[in-house]
């Protein structure tokens, strides 16, 4: 068979690259520069430049500009709820669990610190797909929490179910501010900040039993 009439291979991207492996690297790219640049602040032209390839292959990939964030913001939610499913499995409880997830968190983001911002992205539109998205990653999100929060509070003896609800409010706005914090002040390491945390903990709360708990 001739170069001419040979048929194309399926998923075939740009200058031999496998079509999903080109998506990855532009989704990569877009995560990167929407968070460190906001979603009004990036453009496709932005995107094509830093993945290395051209708008049109973008918009031919995710349709538009609001479909490329998509993407994004699908990868990006989905790496943290990852990484807290895989805390939640650990078996650690009460405040070991707490110190658990923020570890893994720091570790996760410090060569990524833009995942998060892409999922906290102030600039972004309030609606449409990637909110919906959002939405449910941000319900299994609470799930996690206030299973966390419940055995922490059921171990100092309380089972007030609107007392576990409060918690868990304020335990989602703790765990969120210290990483925001973190983020905003990048000059420690992740075992640093965990490290910070425990001793805000313990002024706040008083001594922890964090026995079991891998932070190393």
Not at 1 to 7: G, H, I, K, L, Q
Not at 53 to 70: A, E, R, T
Not at 148 to 155: T, Y
């Given at each position: 068979?001739?170069?001419?009439?040979?048929?194309?291979?399926?998923?075939?991207?740009?200058?031999?690259?496998?079509?999903?492996?080109?998506?990855?690297?532009?989704?990569?790219?877009?995560?990167?520069?929407?968070?460190?640049?906001?979603?009004?602040?990036t453009?496709?032209?932005?995107?094509?430049?830093?993945?290395?390839?051209?708008?049109?292959?973008?918009?031919?990939?995710?349709?538009?500009?609001?479909?490329?964030?998509?993407?994004?913001?699908?990868?990006?939610?989905a790496?943290?709820?990852?990484?807290?499913?895989?805390?939640?499995?650990?078996?650690?409880v009460g405040?070991?669990r707490?110190a658990?997830?923020?570890?893994?968190?720091?570790?996760?983001?410090?060569?990524?610190?833009?995942?998060?911002?892409?999922?906290?992205?102030?600039?972004?539109?309030?609606?449409?797909?990637?909110?919906?998205?959002?939405?449910?990653?941000?319900?299994?999100?609470?799930?996690?929490?206030?299973?966390?929060?419940?055995?922490?509070?059921?171990?100092?003896?309380?089972h007030?179910?609107?007392?576990?609800?409060?918690?868990?409010?304020?335990?989602?706005?703790?765990?969120?501010?210290?990483?925001?914090?973190?983020?905003?002040?990048?000059?420690?390491?992740?075992?640093?900040?965990?490290?910070?945390?425990l001793?805000?903990?313990?002024?706040?709360f008083g001594?922890?039993?964090?026995s079991?708990?891998?932070?190393?």
């Amino acid at each position: 068979m001739s170069s001419a009439t040979r048929t194309p291979r399926p998923n075939a991207g740009t200058k031999g690259v496998a079509r999903p492996e080109r998506e990855a690297q532009i989704i990569e790219a877009g995560c990167r520069l929407f968070g460190e640049r906001g979603y009004i602040g990036t453009s496709v032209a932005d995107v094509a430049e830093a993945a290395g390839i051209s708008k049109p292959l973008i918009y031919n990939y995710f349709g538009s500009k609001d479909g490329l964030h998509v993407a994004c913001v699908q990868h990006a939610s989905a790496a943290l709820v990852s990484e807290i499913e895989r805390t939640a499995a650990s078996g650690a409880v009460g405040f070991a669990r707490a110190a658990l997830t923020l570890d893994g968190m720091f570790r996760l983001l410090e060569p990524r610190p833009w995942l998060w911002r892409v999922v906290f992205d102030a600039t972004a539109p309030r609606g449409g797909e990637a909110q919906v998205w959002l939405a449910e990653h941000e319900r299994r999100i609470v799930d996690f929490g206030r299973e966390g929060v419940a055995e922490m509070m059921h171990l100092s003896g309380n089972h007030d179910d609107l007392d576990i609800d409060a918690m868990r409010a304020a335990w989602e706005s703790i765990f969120r501010s210290l990483v925001t914090w973190w983020l905003d002040h990048p000059g420690d390491s992740p075992e640093e900040m965990t490290q910070r945390c425990l001793r805000i903990f313990t002024t706040v709360f008083g001594e922890l039993d964090l026995s079991g708990t891998p932070l190393s």
